[in-house]
């Protein structure tokens, strides 16, 4: 291969599958999610290839019915992320010397495996473990992840190709290092596929990597450890540890071999850790990448020329789908007075129809909150609003843990423009609604702008021109994905690539060259042909 410069496959989204209510697709992955079901999977750490046990099993219950054990995991201490630094610097040689085009080839068999034989499996684990009805889980664990491996191999040969130019004489080239040392993933729970990218696309660029998913989805880590493995990825470059995330992040981040960090998670915990970095900068062999994709409190705002039934539905998809538990997630919308209600109106006719519960039953289009602590943080900003002299709750409120942690579809209306629920990132299907005289539009701008500290997604809607150009220059700095006449969720790789700045993030665009810029460490070389062979220049005249 390395006597070739090859071209990879031109990289295409995944086409999403419809699941239809009787459609062979649909029977396939109910049935697969069945028997997932009725399995106790043992889910041991991965170190090197091997499969690490412990005494300290974890049970594992799906949200939707808490009493109900799919499975166990092995948890592991600071031996095993020792074991796994260790490892991973071990397994670094061979990796680096490996030609990138091995390297495409692993992660592009890895996205046929999902796209083909392992497609049930990795929706039904997301299904299961994280509560995602079929068309969350399809669009998550399958077609993002499979588009982040063959989008990324793309980036990756397009950054390769980048060259410099060379002078009569000499030959410039640039050749793109992995980073000195190793990297550490550590990954949320509500993406499958931002788990599986963040650890993925650093070994695909040439590292190596301790991969520390969230507790709650190391259910379908597990699949995609499998599918890692049956795609050929060396043993020792991922190495996938269940530590408790403190403990693990103070090991890792002192090691003198630490070199990048890729995070995705809660701001409180990037910051933590952006900190304990700080503390050991003077420990590092080389400065460290630091990328974090963190919180959200992602804002609509509407014109007065809005299309009420797009508003309506953009709010209703975009606040409750996967129960508002997407970091891009409408979680405070901006409403004008003349237009106000009858939006509300067409979502209270939209949220009738809605049904609730688990997702083996396709129909449910919200399935449960992710754990008890998700549950009560959702109950408490309820009942607060229920209590509140400036909210009410106007849709929805109810909730019910019994079975499942259960939140229904709820609608805070405010009359306080910094009431708590449009401030704070609240991570569960709570939309609240500021409703503002249809004269306070600009004002209105600069509330948006100014509410919260998050800068993630964010939409207009207006079918007046002028007024999208004024939301569009107002709120320059307001979102890093940011939609007109769209709701705001459901960035599509290669598409519109997804991230945000203020404290939402170091805004790097996960599943972009950008991204991937970070896990890289250019090295440039100059050869000269017929070199000088006198000091003299000419201007000396000698
Ligand atoms: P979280 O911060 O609770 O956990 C993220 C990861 O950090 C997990 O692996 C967890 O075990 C680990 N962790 C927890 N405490 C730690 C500590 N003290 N030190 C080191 N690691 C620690 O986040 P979550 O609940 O899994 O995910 C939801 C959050 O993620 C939300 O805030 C959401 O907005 C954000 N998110 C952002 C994006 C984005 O692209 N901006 C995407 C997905 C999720």
Not at 269 to 291: A, C, E, L, T
Not at 388 to 410: L, N, S
Request: a negative charge; aromatic letters at 12%.
């Amino acid at each position: 291969m390395s006597k070739a410069i090859s071209q990879v496959p031109f990289a295409q989204n995944e086409p999403i599958k419809t699941y239809a209510p009787g459609s062979e697709e649909v029977t396939k992955l109910i049935n697969t999610y069945k028997k997932m079901y009725a399995e106790k999977l043992e889910i041991p750490m991965i170190i090197g290839g091997k499969n690490i046990t412990t005494g300290e099993k974890i049970n594992i219950y799906p949200p939707h019915d808490h009493q109900h054990q799919v499975g166990y995991y092995h948890k592991g201490g600071i031996k095993h992320v020792d074991d796994a630094i260790h490892t991973a610097l071990h397994a670094k040689k061979q990796w680096n010397e490996l030609g990138w085009e091995h390297r495409a080839a692993i992660f592009l068999k890895a996205a046929d495996l999902i796209a083909g034989p392992y497609r049930d499996r990795i929706n039904a684990a997301t299904m299961i473990a994280q509560s995602k009805n079929v068309h969350q889980a399809e669009i998550d664990s399958a077609c993002e992840l499979i588009d982040f491996l063959r989008f990324n191999v793309e980036f990756m040969s397009e950054l390769y190709a980048e060259q410099p130019v060379s002078d009569a004489g000499i030959w410039n080239r640039s050749e793109y290092r992995a980073l000195e040392g190793f990297c550490f993933a550590v990954t949320p729970f509500n993406f499958t596929a931002i788990s599986a990218n963040l650890p993925a696309c650093m070994a695909m660029m040439g590292n190596v990597v301790v991969w520390k998913p969230s507790d709650k989805q190391i259910y379908s880590a597990h699949v995609i450890m499998e599918v890692f493995k049956e795609a050929g990825l060396p043993d020792g470059v991922i190495n996938m540890i269940f530590t408790d995330g403190q403990e693990t992040a103070e090991r890792v981040l002192s090691h003198p071999d630490f070199a990048g960090l890729h995070f995705t998670g809660s701001t409180n915990v990037f910051q933590g850790m952006w900190k304990m970095i700080g503390d050991n900068i003077h420990r590092y062999k080389s400065y460290p990448r630091i990328v974090g994709e963190t919180g959200g409190k992602d804002f609509v705002i509407a014109h007065p020329s809005a299309d009420i039934q797009a508003l309506a539905t953009a709010l209703v998809r975009g606040a409750y789908e996967y129960q508002g538990q997407k970091c891009s997630a409408a979680s405070r919308a901006y409403i004008p007075k003349s237009i106000w209600y009858a939006v509300k109106e067409d979502m209270e006719k939209q949220m009738k129809s809605i049904k609730i519960g688990s997702p083996e039953d396709p129909a449910h289009f919200i399935n449960a909150v992710i754990d008890k602590n998700a549950f009560e943080k959702c109950k408490t900003y309820i009942d607060r609003a229920q209590k509140a002299e400036d909210a009410k709750v106007i849709i929805g409120g109810q909730y019910d843990d019994r079975k499942g942690y259960f939140v229904h579809p709820t609608v805070i209306e405010t009359t306080n423009p910094h009431y708590e629920s449009l401030e704070q990132e609240i991570f569960g299907p709570i939309l609240s609604v500021y409703v503002y005289e249809d004269d306070q539009w600009e004002e209105t701008l600069q509330l948006v702008d100014n509410t919260s500290p998050y800068s993630l997604t964010g939409s207009i809607f207006s079918q007046d021109r002028y007024a999208i150009n004024e939301a569009y220059k107002a709120l320059e700095n307001a979102a890093g994905n940011f939609y007109i006449n769209d709701k705001p969720t459901g960035a599509v790789v290669g598409q519109q690539p997804f991230g945000g700045g203020r404290a939402s993030g170091t805004n790097d665009k996960a599943g972009s060259k950008m991204n991937l810029l970070r896990w890289i460490s250019a090295r440039s070389i100059k050869e000269t042909f017929v070199p000088a062979k006198d000091y003299k220049y000419p201007y000396l005249g000698l």
